[in-house]
């Protein structure tokens, strides 16, 4: 009886109601019941946001950029001759002595393609269709690009020759001789895949010099016997750093290693005192690594130690370098109660959790005749008794993306698990989730420009909301000065400096 409310709510229409025989009531109440729509069957739960189906005008995306001090560059990979877009999957920045260049996996038709960009004039190199995604970066060197994945499959594609529209540049896939598994992501450079292999706990440097396919006599394995390495050698669990002379990797067994990037020899193994959770970087012929004693050191690539600086906990994650400043996260170890295994008895325990991120700088002082001397800049010289950092703020996964005029440009993005087991299984299926950064679903993203000498926001405008822009990505190149951004509906831009130091060009 509860529809008659809805459907007769005047007194006289009560007075109606009271008056009707009680079958002719139900007879009523049926042909209303009968005409309520169904309720619609739950469709299958999606937990994944839609693709876009529709771009919005370029002009909405540069306005959400105008308050940055940077000029603006965009490219359209749908272009203006089709309705939906391309939608893009992931972004990458190759900066090397070939060329730099900006690289889009799209998902476009039921098919992924690779892009090639020009980063500076944004003119199109080249597309090709390829054979899947993969859960590791792309691996430039002079001729090819490499996408390899964690089961150790590869795909080779021709990096040079002239467009050929409609045509795959696949010149080489399948598996390095060997079977190599990784144990961590590739690194690479003009002449050689890097790969850390679980096979025999080593690192392998695959030629690309002849072909694509990772043979030649400069393949290399290292260690070998008589290599100089008397220690144990254990597993590879993080990503080396390469250049044209050096490749850097942290061992299991507490060890920084140099080798040659050429042949494999020897160079190099500084002890660390402790494991370490920073994968090494090269910058300004030195190499930078943490280590879990509370540590950041800077080597030089004879294994000379250039300096060595104290952090307050223990540094993890990628250190950013740049212009002499190097910025640091750290771990703050804590004892907090937990339950031990009988449910009863209270224990403490040693865990860790986000400490502080800061910013330090070095400097490099010329002797004639002699080696260069480096030294720390103190942040606080009334504390003789260590070297402290110019300035710090609490540790939320911020990352630098450059920095430019006397300005550090920093992002402040928070993600979180948002998917189940079982859901993770479908979409893998459905090649939707391919990398890790896939699975996680982004609550917050802001761009913040901050006083390189502080650490303050330079401006109160300088903090951008940029939700919008599902991929960012940041230049640490002298020559390019730049963050480059990407829409899910198929737009690329890049922000750059425009003076002499960043001219945004070539």
């Not at 999957?89 to 730099?100: F, Y």
């Not at 080779?156 to 598996?175: H, I, M, Q």
């Not at 079977?179 to 706990?201: E, G, I, K, Q």
Request: glycine share 6%; aromatic share 10%; net charge negative.
């Amino acid at each position: 009886m509860k529809f008659w409310p809805r459907l007769m709510t005047s007194a006289p229409a009560r007075t109606l109601r009271c008056n009707l025989p009680l079958a002719l009531v139900i007879l009523l109440v049926t042909i209303a019941a009968c005409s309520i729509p169904p309720q619609a069957r739950p469709a299958d739960r999606n937990p994944l946001a839609p693709d876009p189906s529709s771009s919005q005008p370029v002009s909405y995306y540069e306005a959400q950029l105008a308050e940055l001090p940077l000029r603006i560059k965009s490219y359209d990979l749908t272009g203006n001759m089709r309705r939906t877009p391309i939608v893009v999957r992931e972004l990458h920045v190759v900066h090397d002595d070939v060329r730099d260049e900006i690289l889009v996996v799209d998902s476009d038709g039921g098919q992924n393609h690779l892009w090639s960009l020009d980063a500076y004039d944004f003119t199109l190199h080249w597309k090709t269709v390829i054979d899947k995604r993969v859960d590791f970066d792309p691996l430039p060197t002079r001729k090819f690009i490499h996408l390899m994945n964690s089961d150790g499959e590869y795909q080779g594609y021709d990096r040079l020759s002239s467009p050929r529209e409609g045509e795959s540049r696949l010149v080489a896939k399948g598996r390095f001789q060997g079977d190599v598994f990784p144990s961590a992501p590739p690194a690479s450079n003009d002449t050689h895949l890097f790969v850390p292999a679980t096979n025999s706990n080593s690192i392998l440097g695959r030629s690309m010099i002849t072909n694509a396919r990772g043979e030649g006599a400069e393949t290399w394995v290292f260690p070998q016997v008589g290599e100089g390495v008397v220690e144990q050698f254990m597993q590879i669990t993080m990503s080396p750093a390469a250049d044209r002379e050096t490749v850097a990797f942290v061992n299991n067994n507490r060890r920084l290693y140099m080798v040659d990037a050429q042949s494999g020899e020897f160079r190099a193994n500084p002890y660390l005192d402790a494991h370490s959770r920073t994968p090494p970087l090269i910058k300004d012929d030195l190499v930078f690594v943490g280590s879990d004693i509370g540590q950041v050191f800077a080597w030089q690539k004879s294994g000379e130690a250039a300096w060595a600086l104290t952090v307050d906990g223990l540094p993890y994650g990628r250190i950013f370098v740049e212009d002499r400043w190097v910025f640091v996260h750290t771990l703050e170890v804590y004892d907090e109660e937990v339950v031990s295994d009988d449910g009863k008895t209270k224990v403490k325990r040693t865990t860790t959790r986000p400490g502080m991120f800061s910013a330090f700088r070095y400097e490099i002082i010329d002797v004639e005749n002699d080696r260069p001397v480096y030294s720390l800049v103190d942040g606080d010289p009334s504390t003789s008794w260590k070297i402290d950092p110019i300035w710090s703020e609490p540790d939320v996964g911020q990352e630098v993306m450059m920095l430019h005029n006397d300005r550090a440009f920093v992002l402040y993005e928070e993600n979180e698990e948002f998917l189940n087991e079982r859901e993770k299984a479908k979409l893998r299926d459905e090649g939707r989730l391919v990398r890790k950064s896939d699975e996680l679903r982004t609550v917050r993203r802001q761009l913040r420009v901050l006083d390189l000498d502080t650490g303050f926001l330079a401006r109160p405008e300088w903090n951008l909301n940029l939700m919008d822009f599902a991929y960012v990505r940041g230049s640490m190149q002298e020559r390019d000065r730049a963050i480059y951004l990407a829409t899910k509906d198929g737009y690329v831009f890049k922000v750059y400096g425009d003076n002499k130091r960043s001219a945004g060009g070539g």
